[in-house]
């Protein structure tokens, strides 16, 4: 069944998943820049335990998942959001 409502909370959703993205991108951008190194360089640094005790490592880990999960549940709302589009033709 399609309703306005609910194409509209779709779009809201959408809009929230964007700004929570760019948030934690912001924050990525932040650490890589503080610390001089690329994400997917902390990540292999990380994975090899190549990483000094003091380094912020779990707040870096636990931000690239957050931007992992925005982005899975942004792709998820739009797919409900084309699929709602489809039936609605």
Same mark, same amino acid.
């Given at each position: 069944?399609?309703?306005?409502?609910?194409?509209? !909370?779709?779009?809201?959703?959408?809009?929230?998943?964007k700004g929570?993205?760019?948030?934690?991108q912001?924050?990525?951008k932040?650490?890589?820049?503080?610390?001089?190194?690329t994400?997917? !360089?902390?990540?292999?640094?990380?994975?090899?335990?190549d990483?000094?005790?003091?380094? !912020?490592?779990?707040?870096?880990?636990d931000?690239?998942?957050?931007?992992r999960?925005?982005?899975?549940?942004?792709?998820?709302?739009?797919?409900?959001?084309?699929?709602?589009k489809?039936?609605a033709?």
């Open positions: 069944m399609h309703t306005d409502e609910y194409e509209i !909370a779709l779009f809201r959703e959408v809009d929230v998943c929570q993205i760019r948030n934690y912001r924050i990525l932040n650490l890589e820049e503080l610390h001089g190194l994400s997917a !360089a902390f990540q292999d640094r990380m994975r090899q335990g990483l000094p005790p003091s380094f !912020a490592a779990q707040e870096w880990h931000t690239i998942e957050a931007l999960r925005w982005k899975e549940t942004q792709v998820e709302y739009e797919r409900l959001l084309n699929t709602m489809i039936s033709s």
